[in-house]
């Protein structure tokens, strides 16, 4: 059996309860055959050469975790700069947040060479190489350019956006060249795997094989979707657990005689926060017999905050919560209650069970992973109602949600009031076709579909 190799930005150690997303996912996959996982440490060296970093290995059960330390200049480069000031923004369709500086390409490309360096004297002939997001598309070129010819797959966790979007960025083509370095490229959605089919025909002269198999520049690579899932009994056993059990006692006690409405993400500009609380708002105005009783409860936990477009938009977030709460809080009642803090894993289950609706509304979502784990989290005789912008990547296996376009906000205050109306055999009944559709393709689903078709795809 090929052992498994992941290579994300950021590595955690999969025994530990609280890594989450990623972590969790790939955690069975990796103990099973003794993996590797390798990326960056974390660890940022104040004065240290660019394109250099120490290489450090420590065991995680049968896991080893290997790490590369980035000094200060490619952490501002290639970590805050290239990925999260180039590819994050247009790769969100907001070339408006985009910033194009002369460095960061640079450091973009040192960075992968460095990575592909270090692994490279990790790696076994028989591996298989699982790449993962946006921060590596050029890994395997610079793997194979040192000669490496396992096995390697690309998944990207955010969308791939149209042509004319993508082409915004100077260097377009040299990272879709790249992704046909690998052996299989997946994608979250059918929209996105549409939009590299597009662009590779139209700006490459892409030859399609059939099969979702692409020739261009010299090369073939195979394409796919693979909506990523959620472990839904591990979520099912953290709701059962007893933090998760302490937070829903907690809080169902205040919110038995309100309606509680519940946002939970990182604070990203991706993730539609003022659009949210522009319609909670246009809700309270429309509908005022919601005064006094629905209550908004947005957990936006700290996230890229030494980036001036998130210190912004956290801004943006505490005045439009101010100025909500100003003018319709009573002594007795505040609409919104807004936390900037991360909340514990095991106790976010809680609270996701006692929320009457899960508001989950980004502008633009590779695939969203709160929506799945709010469903997971519900019971089943008395399940809350699901909200989902129809951009999230989510919104084309979740159909029985309720389906959004967040930039409108008086069609978010009807779809919240229609939600907080909605009886209880219609709730119980899509509930039950969201809990089989988020069962039917979980995290394992999605990571056995995506190895077997590595495993299976043709060389080129
Ligand atoms: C990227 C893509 C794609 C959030 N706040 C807290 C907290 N979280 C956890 C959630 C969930 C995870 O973080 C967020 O996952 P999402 O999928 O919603 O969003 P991104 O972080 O943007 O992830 C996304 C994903 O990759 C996977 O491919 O779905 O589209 O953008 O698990 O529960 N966890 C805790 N406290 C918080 O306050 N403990």
Redesign the pocket.
């Known amino acids: 059996m090929s052992r498994l190799v992941v290579v994300s930005n950021r590595v955690a150690d999969p025994r530990k309860a ?1 890594a ?3 972590a969790v996912a790939l955690g069975d996959a990796l103990n099973t055959a003794g993996g590797l996982w390798f990326g960056w440490s974390g660890t940022v060296i104040e004065g240290g050469a660019p394109g250099e970093g120490e290489l450090h290995q420590q065991k995680a059960g049968t896991v080893t975790l290997a790490t590369v330390d980035l000094c200060a200049e490619d952490h501002a480069d290639y970590y805050l700069g290239y990925s999260n000031s180039v590819l994050w923004p247009v790769f969100h369709y907001r070339l408006d947040l985009a910033r194009f500086d002369a460095g960061y390409f640079g450091a973009y490309r040192r960075v992968n060479r460095l990575f592909a360096r270090q692994l490279l004297t990790l790696l076994r002939p028989d591996d298989i190489i699982w790449v993962h ?1 946006y921060h590596l598309i050029p890994l395997a070129d610079e793997l194979r350019a040192l000669g490496a010819t396992q096995r390697i797959g690309f998944f990207l ?3 791939l956006p149209p042509q004319q979007l993508l082409a915004a960025i100077p260097q377009h083509e040299w990272l879709m060249h790249a992704l046909f370095a690998y052996d299989l490229v997946g994608f ?1 959605s059918e929209a996105d795997l549409e939009n590299f089919s597009r662009y590779v025909r139209a700006e490459a002269g892409a030859e399609d094989l059939g099969d979702n198999y692409y020739k261009a520049f010299g090369r073939t690579v195979q394409a796919g979707a693979f909506p ?1 899932g ?1 472990d839904v009994d591990e979520f099912a056993a953290l709701t059962h657990g007893k933090d998760a059990r302490e937070m829903y006692e907690r809080m169902k006690d205040e919110y038995s005689r309100r309606q509680l409405l519940l946002g ?3 604070l ?1 500009y ?2 539609g926060l003022p659009q949210r609380l522009r319609a909670f708002k246009a809700l309270l105005k429309k509908y005022p017999e919601n005064l006094r009783s629905a209550t908004l409860i947005q ?3 700290p ?1 890229r905050e030494a980036m001036d477009t998130y210190t912004d938009l956290l801004q943006e977030l505490e005045s439009l919560c101010g100025a909500i709460n100003g003018d319709f809080g009573e002594l007795d009642w505040m609409p919104v209650r807004y936390m900037h ?5 095991k ?2 289950p809680g609270l996701y069970r006692v929320a009457r609706v899960a508001l ?1 509304t ?1 502008l633009r ?7 799945k ?1 709010f469903i997971a989290a519900q019971d089943p005789a008395d399940p809350g109602v699901l909200i989902l912008s129809r951009f ?3 919104a084309e296996q979740l159909k029985d949600a309720l389906l959004v376009n967040p930039y409108d906000t008086d069609g978010m205050a009807d779809t919240i009031q229609r939600a907080l109306q909605m009886p209880l055999q219609e709730r119980q009944a899509r509930h039950q076709t969201l809990l089989k559709n988020i069962r039917e393709q979980d995290v394992h689903w999605w990571r056995m579909t995506f190895l077997k078709a590595l495993g299976a795809a043709a060389r080129g």
Request: proline letters at 5%; hydrophobic letters at 45%.
């Open positions: 609280a989450g997303g990623l997001d966790h955010v969308p979250q990523i959620i939970v993400e990182r990203d991706s993730k957990i936006a936990s996230s803090r991360n909340v514990a894993r106790r976010l989950v980004p979502d590779g695939m969203n992973l709160v929506a784990e999230a990547g989510a």
